[in-house]
């Protein structure tokens, strides 16, 4: 085993270690400072806070109304008792007029 059979694996591992370091150092440069990062999370629990208050305050948005309260179904009530006033009585059915005289002897 040669020299050089030992040089070239042992730079590739420094060169390779001086890569790492390089990187580490860099990354932590380029990450916000600790308090700007705590000024965007405290905004963004406000945002969610009013988020929340206005999700919980839809229900009292929403118009409430029953069918008693609206005014449009007492109208198209009045509108059908109205047009069915003037409509001729049902009569009664042949079956029903035989069940109430079977032999015939009707009034």
Same mark, same amino acid.
């Given at each position: #085993? @040669? #020299?050089?059979?030992?040089i070239v694996p042992i730079g590739i591992l420094m060169f390779m270690? @001086? !890569? $790492? !370091?390089?990187?580490i150092y860099d990354s932590r440069?380029? =990450?916000p400072p600790t308090e700007e990062i705590h000024s965007r999370l405290d +905004? #963004?629990?406000? $945002?969610l806070n009013i988020v929340a208050n206005v999700l919980n305050q839809i229900p009292n948005l929403v118009p409430q109304f029953s069918i008693e309260q609206n005014p449009l179904v007492n109208a198209f009530t009045e509108?059908?008792? $109205? @047009?069915? +006033?003037g409509e001729p009585e049902p009569q009664p059915s042949i079956v029903h007029? +035989? =069940?109430?005289a079977p032999d015939g002897e009707g009034d």
């Open positions: #085993m @040669g #020299m050089d059979e030992v270690n @001086g !890569l $790492a !370091l390089y990187m440069n380029k =990450l +905004e #963004m629990f406000e $945002a509108w059908i008792r $109205a @047009g069915r +006033e007029h +035989e =069940l109430d």
